[in-house]
């Protein structure tokens, strides 16, 4: 390793008018800083191998540059044994300036020596008579790597003076696309029809009588490696090397992954993937995401609108406003179906990086060079909606995440923040969670909730058209509804369906919303436009199954892949691990039929509305995908195809080991939890209580998702008896997330 004056760690500290040598303290520093970083490389690195024993020496030359001689004795399993092993490490080829122009430049510059001999015989290694080489140059040329007994082995070179001899058809038809822009038109195999070969100057030159017919020799299948480059020639118009034949488009395959993978809060570093180059990084990274949020469609909208728009109405008014003036607004929500419905809508976990374990102290996972903060330094404005059902922790990270980015000590970083949200809904969901810890949880009891501007829309616009029934929803909501024994309040008569027994209720609720389902059953309209509401994932399953059996059309049944990790002895009974089903996890058998709704359960691509939450119509199936049809949101109508994936159970102790369940993310839909289709409108809705409520605004939820008072039944199992006639349910809420004081 020998000193270089010209490194710019040594010439950036040079006073003016001084040299290298007149600071050999500096030109020793620097020499041993890289030395010594050379030995980590060699010596902990083993970039070469692994080292048994060296030694080395340091020696300063006249002109004062030092330069260091390296011996090592590598193990006995690292040691060079045959000319091959000598190819891997040394390469006596000039690289291609074309494919390696920094590499090429460096060995022109440093490793080239002469020239000398007849050349230039005054050059200083020329010695003796007849004058000669010291250093034995021009030397004789080897063709592949030799290695004699007790001496220096002698490595293979480029062949510079026979570029005419190693040229073949192939290559040479390489060379014609390079420089002939006519020629890269043409598949190889109908290369012949408009250039003719020459096989003394073993180039191709064009046809001078114009397009004729000619041929190649064909490639048959037994020939291996030369059968399957002649199936790659035979797509690739205008290749000009090997390279071009097998990185078809470049690195399109791994952008897409990356930008899948950016989508989730990952990267290609997270899966040991190849790296993108730092341009193409760039773009995907940063100016990918700023350039998505303007090319986002703006329609026109005017705030005079029909009945049936509310809150998200008015969201996509003050999108359409800003972004038709070329800014940038970020439109999020705290679950995909709400998401799905704003132009550029994604969820809050996604756009933000929000963390899955929350603490007082948490900060998103975005870093200040990233495309997301670039993108949330230029927001005009962002909207968050149903932030009625984030935790204020989540919340409170974005803050301190957005002042972070921004160097502004405001809320948010300064930034026009619009959150929306009904606290008369589903409250944020804490395992376990006592009254106290889930109201604690509420964006209300945020120091932030104190700086921010209130606004209220108080008309119900989904049940405008009734009057009455609009002010039973807000009494239900905040809990004015007139109730006996504490929390029991009736239901609407025209709108309650009597309990005789389960089975036979539970068939009335089901032909109520599902009329005429083997009839109707092939009509999309008709099916995502209505479904039954519960409070458990049980009632879900056991409605789903009997819906499914109802519908028309060949069952296909998909099993999951069940696996406990680090189970090495296998103490968990397959059966066992298929029997698990508990809330977060995707159910062991799936089972589906042409033109059922199933529902996401996972945020696979959110910015093409592939969200949690998001409904869709099974169009097909095939062993590995589903062919699946949107059918709620901006992006209805698109096709899709959902693959199985690895989930777990999000809560870690729920069972003494690690259960990974690998299955496709969706659930039939024609039956859903209340917290499941929060942010939903959906026409005609069956509230199902066979068990009742017992959280915070559920029956709220359940009760509001319709468009009209007729659309709606539910189904009451009593649990209590009163002297009043009615049917009576429970109806839980939590007076102080509604109360203005409650911070």
């Known amino acids: 390793m020998t000193c270089n004056p010209n490194w710019p760690e040594i010439l950036q500290e040079l006073l003016p008018g001084q040299t290298p040598q007149n600071r050999p ?65 040394i390469s006596a080829e000039i690289p291609d300036p074309a494919k390696y122009p920094e590499l090429y430049q460096l060995v022109i510059k440093h490793m080239m020596h002469g020239p000398c001999g007849h050349l230039q ?13 010291r250093f034995r140059y021009p030397q004789q040329f080897n063709d592949k790597t030799t290695q004699a007994d007790n001496s220096y082995p002698l490595s293979k070179e480029k062949q510079w003076n026979r570029e005419r001899d190693k040229r073949s058809m192939l290559t040479a038809f390489f060379e014609r696309n390079k420089t002939d822009l006519r020629a890269r038109q043409y598949l190889y195999k109908d290369f012949p029809n408009h250039y003719t070969w020459n096989a003394s100057s073993r180039i191709w030159n064009p046809r001078r009588h114009g397009s004729m017919t000619g041929r190649l020799v064909s490639a048959n299948p037994a020939g291996g490696e030369r059968y399957y480059l002649r199936l790659l020639l035979s797509h690739i118009s205008g ?6 034949l097998y990185t078809v488009a470049r690195d399109m395959v791994l952008k897409d992954i990356a930008l899948f993978l950016q989508s989730m809060g990952k990267n290609l570093n997270d899966f040991d993937l190849p790296s993108l180059n730092a341009a193409t990084t760039l773009e995907s990274r940063g100016f990918r995401e700023v ?38 607004a970020l439109a999020t929500a705290s679950s995909g179906v709400a998401a799905n419905n704003m132009p550029g809508g994604r969820t809050t976990h996604s756009r933000f990086k929000i963390p899955l374990n929350l ?56 930034k026009i923040m619009i959150m929306g949200g009904d606290f008369k809904q589903v409250l944020p969901v804490t395992r376990h969670g006592t009254r106290a810890q889930i109201v604690h949880s509420s964006l209300r009891m945020s120091p932030i909730w104190s700086s921010m501007k209130k606004l209220r829309l108080r008309i119900n616009m989904r049940a405008f058209t009734d009057p009455w029934f609009s002010d039973f929803l807000l009494r239900v909501g905040n809990g004015d509804e007139e109730s006996l024994d504490g929390n029991f309040i009736r239901i609407p008569d025209d709108m309650a369906i009597p309990y005789t027994n389960e089975n036979d209720s539970k068939d009335a609720l089901i032909d109520a919303i599902f009329p005429s389902l083997q009839t109707n059953g092939t009509d999309s309209n008709y099916i995502i436009s209505r479904a039954i509401l519960t409070t458990k994932n049980d009632h879900v399953d056991e409605i789903n199954d009997q819906l499914i059996e109802r519908f028309c059309g060949e069952e296909k049944v998909y099993y999951s892949f069940d696996e406990a990790e680090d189970d090495k002895n296998s103490l968990y009974p397959m059966e066992y691990l298929n029997s698990l089903n508990v809330s977060g996890l995707l159910p062991h058998y799936l089972r589906l039929k042409i ?15 592939l969200c949690n939450g998001t409904r869709l119509i099974c169009r097909g199936f095939q062993r590995n995908v589903i062919d699946a049809e949107i059918a709620v949101g901006q992006h209805a109508g698109k096709r899709v195809f959902l693959p199985r994936i690895h989930l777990c159970p999000s809560e870690d102790d729920m069972f003494p080991f690690k259960l990974k369940r690998k299955q496709f993310p969706i659930r039939l839909c024609f039956a859903m939890t209340i917290n499941k289709a929060q942010g939903q409108t959906i026409p005609v809705v069956g509230v199902y209580l066979l068990d009742s409520v017992f959280s915070h605004g559920q029956l709220y939820v359940a ?36 109360s203005d004081d409650c911070i």
């Not at 290749?239 to 071009?244: A, N, Q, V």
């Not at 350039?291 to 049936?308: A, K, T, W």
């Not at 059922?596 to 509305?609: A, Y």
Request: charged fraction near 25%; include cysteine; charge should be positive.
């Open 25 to 89: 303290d500096l030109v020793a520093r620097v020499f041993r800083a890289k030395l010594e970083d050379l030995k980590d490389q060699l010596l902990n690195k083993h970039i070469l191998g692994k080292v048994g024993a060296y030694v080395y020496v340091i020696e300063f030359q006249k002109r004062g540059l030092p330069h260091a001689h390296f011996l090592m004795i590598m193990k006995p399993e690292y040691k060079i044994t045959n000319a091959d092993h000598y190819d891997k490490f």
């Open 121 to 133: 015989s005054s050059s200083p290694c020329m010695e003796g008579e007849p004058r000669k080489c």
């Open 239 to 244: 290749p000009t090397c090997f390279e071009d």
């Open 291 to 328: 350039q998505e949020e303007h090319s986002i469609i703006v329609e026109d909208e005017h705030l005079h609108g029909p009945g049936g728009t509310g809150k998200t109405f008015l969201y996509k008014a003050l999108l359409a406003n800003v972004r038709s003036r070329g800014l940038i």
């Open 359 to 414: 603490s007082n102290n948490s900060m998103c996972n975005i870093k200040k060079q990233s495309g997301t903060a670039q993108l949330l330094q230029a927001a005009k404005i962002i909207i968050w909606d149903e932030a009625s059902m984030a935790k204020r922790q989540a919340v409170e990270a974005f803050d301190r995440t957005m002042q972070d980015i921004t160097g502004v000590r405001l809320p948010f970083g300064g």
């Open 595 to 609: 033109g059922c709704p199933i529902i996401l359960m996972w945020n696979i691509d959110p910015s093409n509305g």
């Open 703 to 738: 009760l509001s998702r319709g468009i009209s008072r007729g659309t709606r039944k539910v189904l009451v199992k009593p649990t209590k008896t009163f002297k009043q006639d009615g049917v009576y349910t429970s109806n839980v809420v939590y007076r102080e997330v509604l």
